[in-house]
C-alpha cells in the first residue's frame, strides 16, 4: 500500500470490500467487454457479420485486461473507451474488427453503470434490512419501557423506549420503500446511437426495426433488465442519477436522525452506542466514551446530503441529445454516493446491534419530572372528587413554578408535597404516589410498537430475504411480459425458455415445470416461507433465495452485508467454458488410471549457478509409481556437487547426497 498519494477515507477506513469492488476499475472495465461480447452475440443470432469464433474469442478475454496498453493507448487518443476498444482488440484479434460495432461510448459507459448502480441499490437494501432487523429486535425488547418524552428537547409526556425506536424504524420502512420503487424503475441504455436514433442498425439491419428492438431486448435481458428507455439522447437520462442519488441521501437523512438522537440520549446517560473493551475516548480524558460512530454516521450522512445535489444539477443543465459536462461530476458523485450510504448503513448496523439501554438511569429520568407530567391526570382525579377545573389548573400552575425554582436551586422536587397540602385537591401524599407509575401515562405506546413491527415482519420473517416479485424476476431475467396473475387462485407463475415457476400468495409451495407441454416435467417442492402481499403497499413480496434456488440458480448468504447471493452456473461454465474443459479432460485422465497402473522413470542432470561465486549440478534416478487414483508413491536418490573459483574454497564443500521417498496413500515422505 502507497503512503505517498491520497486515498479517498471513504476507500481507505468505511466503505466494505464488496462495494470497493463494484466500482473497481475490474469490475467496471469488465462489465464494458461483457456488455461488448454480448452486442457482437446478439449481432451474430440476427445476421450480422460477426462469426461465433469472433465472439467466443470475446468471451475468453474478458478478464484479462492490459492496463498498461489501454493507458499508453489512452495518452495518445485522448478517448477512453477507444483506448479500451483497442487493447480488448489486442487481446482478442480475430475480433478487432467488430468490436463496438454500431454502438457509440455510452453503450458501455451508460449501461456499465446502470448495472452497477443496481447491483449497487440491491446490496444496500441488504445493508438497510439489517439495521432494520436489529432494530425491531431493540423495538420489542423495549414496548413498554416508558421514557421521559421530549419536545422543544424539553421534558414532555411519556413514550416508550420502544416507541421511539420505532420513530427511527419507520423511517427506515419509508427508505426501503422508495428503494424499492427506484430498483423498480430502471430501465437499461441498450445499444441506441449518437442521438438515441439508432440510424446506424437500421442500416446494418437494412431497416429491420424488429431486429435492432430483439437486438436491444437481448443484451438487455443478459444483464437482467427487462426493457430500456423508450426514447433517449445518446445517453440515460440523468433524472434516473438524481433519482438515485435522492434515495442514498434519504437513508442518510433517516440514519442521521437515529444517531443524532442517540448523540443527545447518551448525553443524558439514558443510551449507550457500543464501546468496545480496549476503546479509547479521549487521547486527554481517558475517562471518556463519546459517541462516536454516532457522530461519524451524522458526519457521513450530511456529505452523502450534499452529494445528492449534484445529480439534479447535472441532469438539469443536459443540452438536447448530449453534454459531456456531466462526465468528470458522474465520476465522482454517483461512486462517492455509494460509498458514503454503504459505510453509513455499516456503521448503524454496528450501532443497533449493540444499543445499550441504562434502564435504571431511564426510570430515575422519568421519575424525576412525573409529578409535572401527571398534573392533568391529578387535576381529572380532582374533578371526579368534586373539584373545579379552573381553580385546580391554577393551583398547579403556582405549585408547579414553586416547585421548579426549587429546583432550580439544587433542591429535590416537592410537587408532590405541595399538592398533598392543598385543600382543592382533597389527595393525600400517598394517593398521589400511586398514581406516579409511568407505565399509567405510555398511551397506546406498545401497541403501535406491534402495529409497526407486524408490518415490518413479513420483510424479514422465516429467515427468509423478501424482495417485490416483479424485481425478484427482474433479477433472474424475466420480462414483465413473463410473469401472469391468477386472481381467483391468487397465484404468480413466471415463465421463459421452457421454464416456469408458481407461487400462491400464503403458500408454503411452489411449483417448477421444465420442459413443452408433451415433455413437461413438474416438480412441487415445499418450502419453508411463503409469498405474500403487504396490506399497506399492495406489493407482492417473495422469498428470492428459495425462488432463485427453485429455479436452478446456486444460492449463498452473506451473513456480514444481509446479502442473497445469486449465481447462474450455467452462465459461469459458458463464460470459462476453455478452464472447465481441460478440467474434464484432466478428471477423465485421472479416471482412467483408476485400476490400472502407471510407472515413470528416469534419470536426470540439473546444472546450477548459485551466484557468481559458486556453481554446481544435481544428477540422480527417479521413480514414481501410480497403482490407481488415490495411491501414489515416489523415490529419488539424487547427488549434488558444488564448486567455487578458489580452489581452497572448493576443496572445503563436500558432495551431498540426497534420497526422498514417499506414498502419498499412507501419508509417509
Not at 448525553?267 to 479521549?282: A, N, Y
Not at 452473506?558 to 447462474?568: E, F, G, K, L
Not at 484432466?586 to 483408476?594: A, M, P, S
Amino acid at each position: 500500500m502507497s503512503h505517498d498519494v491520497y486515498e479517498s477515507p471513504l476507500a481507505g477506513r468505511y466503505a466494505s470490500p464488496y462495494m470497493l469492488h463494484l466500482f473497481s476499475p475490474d469490475m467496471r472495465f469488465q462489465t464494458w467487454r461483457r456488455l461488448w461480447t454480448a452486442l457482437a452475440r446478439a449481432q451474430h443470432d440476427l445476421g450480422l457479420p460477426v462469426t461465433e469464433e469472433q465472439v467466443r474469442q470475446l468471451e475468453q478475454h474478458i478478464t484479462d485486461i492490459d492496463y498498461d496498453t489501454a493507458r499508453r493507448r489512452e495518452k495518445e487518443v485522448r478517448h477512453d473507451v477507444m483506448a479500451h476498444v483497442y487493447t480488448y482488440g489486442k487481446a482478442a484479434p480475430l475480433a478487432a474488427g467488430i468490436i463496438h460495432l454500431g454502438a457509440t461510448s455510452c453503450y458501455v459507459t451508460d449501461n456499465a453503470d446502470l448495472i452497477l448502480y443496481r447491483d449497487g441499490l440491491v446490496y444496500l437494501r441488504g445493508q438497510l434490512l439489517a439495521v432494520m432487523k436489529n432494530l425491531s429486535a431493540f423495538a420489542e425488547k423495549y414496548a413498554a419501557t416508558p421514557t421521559l418524552g421530549y419536545t422543544h428537547y424539553q421534558p414532555a409526556q411519556p413514550v416508550t423506549v420502544g416507541k421511539r425506536a420505532c420513530l427511527w424504524l419507520q423511517d427506515l420502512l419509508s427508505d426501503l420503500e422508495e428503494l424499492d420503487f427506484v430498483l423498480g424503475s430502471l430501465r437499461f441504455l441498450g445499444c441506441r446511437g449518437t442521438t438515441g436514433t439508432e440510424a446506424s442498425f437500421m442500416d446494418l439491419f437494412d431497416g429491420d426495426e424488429a431486429k435492432i428492438d430483439e437486438m436491444n431486448r437481448r443484451i438487455a435481458a443478459e444483464f437482467g433488465f427487462d426493457s430500456c428507455f423508450t426514447v433517449c439522447g445518446q445517453t440515460y437520462p440523468r433524472k434516473v442519477d438524481a433519482r438515485i442519488l435522492n434515495c442514498l441521501s434519504s437513508m442518510a437523512q433517516s440514519v442521521y436522525r437515529m444517531a443524532n438522537d442517540i448523540r443527545l440520549l447518551q448525553h443524558d446517560r439514558q443510551l449507550e452506542e457500543p464501546f468496545e473493551e480496549h476503546q479509547i475516548g479521549s487521547s486527554a480524558m481517558a475517562y471518556k466514551r463519546n459517541p462516536m460512530r454516532c457522530e461519524r454516521i451524522c458526519s457521513l450522512s450530511r456529505y452523502l446530503m450534499a452529494d445528492a445535489m449534484n445529480a439534479p444539477m447535472t441532469a438539469s443543465v443536459q443540452w438536447m441529445e448530449r453534454t459531456l459536462d456531466d462526465s468528470a461530476n458522474r465520476r465522482l458523485s454517483m461512486p462517492e454516493g455509494f460509498l458514503c450510504a454503504d459505510a453509513i448503513l455499516r456503521l448503524a448496523q454496528n450501532v443497533t446491534d449493540g444499543l445499550r439501554v441504562n434502564e435504571k438511569v431511564v426510570d430515575k429520568t422519568i421519575r424525576e419530572y412525573m409529578p409535572f407530567l401527571a398534573t392533568e391526570n391529578l387535576m381529572m382525579e380532582a374533578v371526579k372528587r368534586g373539584g373545579d377545573r379552573q381553580q385546580l389548573h391554577e393551583r398547579v400552575r403556582v405549585h408547579s413554578m414553586a416547585a421548579t425554582a426549587r429546583m432550580k436551586d439544587g433542591e429535590p422536587c416537592d410537587l408532590l408535597d405541595r399538592l398533598a397540602g392543598d385543600p382543592a385537591f382533597g389527595m393525600t401524599r400517598p394517593e398521589l404516589d400511586r398514581l406516579m407509575d409511568p407505565a399509567r401515562y405510555i398511551g397506546r405506546c406498545p401497541r403501535q410498537v406491534r402495529a409497526l413491527l407486524d408490518r415490518i415482519a413479513p420483510l424479514l420473517k422465516d429467515g427468509r430475504s423478501f424482495l417485490p416479485m416483479v424485481e425478484t424476476f427482474d433479477a433472474l431475467g424475466f420480462a414483465q411480459g413473463d410473469i401472469t396473475w391468477d386472481a381467483a387462485t391468487r397465484s404468480v407463475t413466471a415463465a421463459k425458455d421452457g421454464t416456469s415457476i408458481t407461487l400462491t400468495i400464503d403458500q408454503k409451495e411452489l411449483t417448477v415445470t421444465r420442459g413443452q407441454e408433451n415433455a413437461a416435467e413438474t416438480d412441487t417442492i415445499t418450502t419453508d416461507a411463503a409469498p405474500f402481499i403487504d396490506a399497506a403497499s399492495s406489493r407482492t413480496y417473495v422469498p428470492v433465495g428459495l425462488v432463485a434456488g427453485a429455479l436452478g440458480y446456486n444460492v449463498g448468504w452473506d451473513a456480514q452485508t444481509s446479502t442473497v447471493i445469486i449465481d447462474d452456473v450455467d452462465a459461469i461454465l459458458a463464460a470459462n467454458s476453455e478452464t472447465y474443459a481441460m478440467m474434464e479432460r484432466y478428471l477423465e485422465y485421472t479416471r482412467d488410471l483408476t485400476g490400472g497402473t502407471c510407472k515413470v522413470e528416469g534419470s536426470l542432470a540439473v546444472e546450477m549457478e548459485l551466484s557468481s561465486l559458486m556453481t554446481g549440478g544435481i544428477q540422480g534416478d527417479y521413480s514414481m509409481l501410480q497403482s490407481d487414483s488415490s495411491a501414489f508413491q515416489f523415490s529419488t536418490e539424487l547427488d549434488m556437487e558444488l564448486s567455487a573459483p578458489d580452489a581452497e574454497v572448493s576443496a572445503q564443500i563436500d558432495p551431498i547426497d540426497l534420497e526422498l521417498r514417499g506414498d502419498l496413500e499412507e501419508g509417509l515422505f
